[in-house]
């Protein structure tokens, strides 16, 4: 899919990116540089995750901090790339 970049740098993504993301005025996305590329993705809050995961069942604290290992590195791979 190719787009045009208007004046400023601004970009219109396609009805059809928004609808598949429930994208609307005001979402945040998250833009990401791998390699030569750049990927858009929607905007997760890392602290609303850690909420649904945590909510109604009881995360014990050795869990979360390997858990919390392996979210580190998955985001420096999607902003750095693989090491």
Known sequence: ???????RGQI??????????????????SLSQ???SFV????????KE????TKNKPYPIDEMLADLDVIRQEMY??????K
């Not at 928004?18 to 945040?28: F, M, V, Y």
């Not at 791979?77 to 693989?82: L, P, Q, S």
Request: proline residues 2%; glycine residues 6%.
């Open 1 to 7: 899919m190719n787009i045009q970049m208007r004046d």
């Open 12 to 29: 219109t993504l396609p009805s059809t990116v928004r609808k598949s993301l429930n994208l609307r005025k005001g979402s945040k996305i």
């Open 34 to 36: 791998v390699g030569n």
């Open 40 to 47: 858009l993705s929607k905007y997760k809050s890392l602290v």
């Open 50 to 53: 850690a909420q649904n995961i």
């Open 77 to 82: 791979d999607e902003k750095y790339g693989h």
